[in-house]
DNA sequence: AAATTCTCCTGAAGGC
DNA sequence: TGCCTTCAGGAGAATT
């Protein structure tokens, strides 16, 4: 599922062929995704210029002179530059069409969602809400410390609140924990700020690093074909529970935090 | 206020 | 081969 480093990665990959293109047309042909697309999106984008792409949490903004629209891929979506005479599949449920190409959004489960902004906010209440951005210097050890004094969620739960950090999912926080030696189960105010501030590197490096690859296996975003790898070769507990412990070889532990795969080694993580 | 549960959806995988 | 069940999960809304 994308996550910030796949959001950001395909920010990376799209943004080339879209700033300073205008949109020729829109067709929405599924408008159910999570929240309805806005009647009025087709409308209002056509004959517009895309003058900037951004990214807050896992969110892309697409910006122009009359408004924004954002756009959040949920846990299926994708979005590809396609040659315009691609014919759409079944889930391929809206083209932004530009000159000559194609931007197609597709989304197997509909979780995904796009709302149009006024111009000039890039204000939202989905985003107002939103904690600070992983990589910001507003986000470190001693921020978790401070928020975290009294309370008893489970630190993986914390860190994946959107509303304390934005866009760490379950992978990246299972491998975050992993790496900063801390047990997903542990109660988010049992946890020292000299281990926050270990927890805060550690979220911060897990995500560029993911970045990097994701230079590397998500780079195609031209062609109808392949899905976005997720990382698997550089992934120490995600996907991997029961199998072997990468430091000490143990079999990992796999619990459910919150409705959520959680996997761990009970030995490396206290 | 904080924490937990519910909800949307469909493809993949496993059992029989 | 094919049908059925189970699971996966982002994250806001609803509930405790």
New binding site residues.
């Given amino acids: 599922?994308p996550?910030l480093p796949e959001v950001e990665t395909i920010l990376r990959g799209i943004s080339p062929h879209l700033i300073g293109q205008k949109v020729h047309a829109v067709h929405v042909r599924q408008s159910?995704l999570?929240w309805p697309v806005p009647d009025k999106l087709a409308q209002i984008l056509t004959g517009q210029t895309i003058d900037a792409v951004k990214r807050r949490?896992?969110y892309l903004l697409l910006r122009t002179s009359a408004g924004s629209l954002m756009i959040?891929l949920?846990?299926?979506g994708s979005l590809r530059i396609v040659n315009d005479e691609i014919p759409p599949g079944?889930?391929d449920h809206v083209d932004i069409c530009l000159d000559g190409l194609t931007l197609r959004f597709r989304d197997?489960?509909?979780?995904g969602s796009m709302f149009w902004l006024d111009p000039g906010s890039d204000s939202h209440p989905?985003l107002d809400?939103l904690g600070p951005e992983p990589f910001s210097g507003m986000f470190n050890g001693e921020y978790l410390y401070r928020i975290t004094r009294k309370?008893?969620?489970?630190v993986k739960?914390l860190i994946m609140n959107?509303?304390v950090v934005a866009?760490v999912?379950?992978?990246y926080a299972n491998e975050a924990l992993f790496r900063a030696g801390i047990r997903p189960d542990r109660a988010?105010g049992r946890i020292s700020r000299i281990r926050y501030e270990n927890l805060a590197e550690c979220i911060k490096k897990v995500l560029s690093d993911a970045i990097k690859q994701g230079g590397t296996t998500l780079r195609d975003f031209s062609g109808g074909h392949g899905q976005p790898g997720y990382f698997q070769q550089s992934l120490n507990v995600y996907g991997r529970g029961n199998q072997t412990c990468v430091v000490c070889l143990r079999p990992l532990k796999v619990i459910r935090l919150?409705?959520?795969?959680t996997v761990f080694c009970n030995r490396c993580q206290t």
Wanted: avoid cysteine.
């Fill in positions: 599922m996550e159910r999570r949490a896992k959040h949920g846990m299926s079944k889930h197997p489960r509909r979780f989905l809400k309370r008893r969620v489970a739960q959107s509303q866009g999912g379950n992978i988010a919150g409705q959520r795969s």
